[in-house]
């Protein structure tokens, strides 16, 4: 039986400078066109980082509002979440674009090491960032960066924070942080299913973990994601041309996992999600 991967595109992130790739789209009409072009590619899901004129990560509200609405107009249904990631942001900014009520929001449940520096979550600000995500109706994608992070989304679920079922993002291949193994993924996915088994789940691989990741995730049953934030190349040998062209490598890998790449609609379905504003 073909099941439907939900395909999610990360498009700007905020650690990629024009410096490093023309690709990158940080102004809202790159961003905008470029989601549109992975939308139509295969992907079903945007997660959405905006920039600063200097291309510093930004928590404008204007900005985000931008893109959401350019996206609504352009990919009909697609899943649109705000990222609330905390680089180069202070705790106090990361939620403000939520009271835009897009479809998700991204919600890391706990602090990490990252290779510079310590992703800071701590308790009162996840909580704070998930109860303003349940008063306006928006479904958090839990981030996991470390295994702690994975229990205390299941305390959120128990304390009524975050509504079930939970969707789960494994994050893989960031320095300090959880490995790209499969074995490690094998084991999330198995505590996953013993603590909350209605939950759903995607992966994002990182850098040169990107592919495998995406394959891992297919044959396993989870959700992939792609996209120039976690990995700006093609290959070993060139950066990636949009992305659109990561979505599309993607999309044409479905098929080999008996999967294929799910339309908004049925990724809407798969999470629970209302129908398209």
């Known amino acids: 039986m073909t099941t439907a991967a939900i395909i999610t595109v990360a498009i700007t992130g905020a650690v990629p400078k024009k410096r490093d790739t023309q690709a990158v789209p940080v102004v809202p009409a790159e961003q905008i066109e470029s989601t ?18 200097d291309e510093s990560s930004s928590s404008d509200p204007e900005l985000f509002a931008e893109v959401q609405d ?25 939620g403000q674009a939520l009271s835009l009520r897009p479809d998700m929001a991204s919600l890391a449940t706990g602090s990490v090491n990252f290779p510079t520096q310590v992703y800071e979550n701590h308790p009162q600000l996840v909580e704070s960032l998930a109860q303003t995500m349940l008063d306006h109706g928006i479904k958090p994608e839990i981030e996991v960066f470390d295994l702690a992070m994975l229990y205390n989304a299941r305390n959120l679920v128990d304390r009524g924070l975050v509504r079930a079922p939970a969707h789960v993002q494994w994050v893989l291949g960031i320095p300090n942080a959880l490995p790209a193994r499969r074995r490690v993924l094998e084991f999330l996915i198995s505590e996953l299913e013993e603590i909350m088994p209605d939950a759903t789940w995607s992966a994002a691989g990182i850098g040169r973990h990107q592919l495998e990741v995406n394959r891992w995730c297919l044959e396993l ?23 659109a062209e990561l979505v599309a490598r993607l999309a044409g890998l479905c098929e080999e996992y008996g999967r294929r790449p799910a339309t908004p609609t049925q990724a809407r379905a798969i999470l629970g999600l209302n129908p398209a504003p």
Do not use: W, Y
Request: glycine fraction near 14%; proline fraction near 3%.
């Open 36 to 53: 549109q072009e992975a939308f139509e590619a295969g992907a079903a899901l945007v997660h959405v980082h905006v920039r600063n004129k």
């Open 70 to 94: 350019g996206v609504r107009k352009h990919c009909p249904g697609m899943i649109v979440q705000f990222s609330t990631g905390g680089r180069g942001r202070t705790q106090a900014e990361r």
């Open 221 to 243: 049953g989870g959700h992939p994601r792609t996209g120039l934030e976690d990995n700006i190349k093609f290959d070993r040998n060139r950066l990636a041309d949009s992305n």
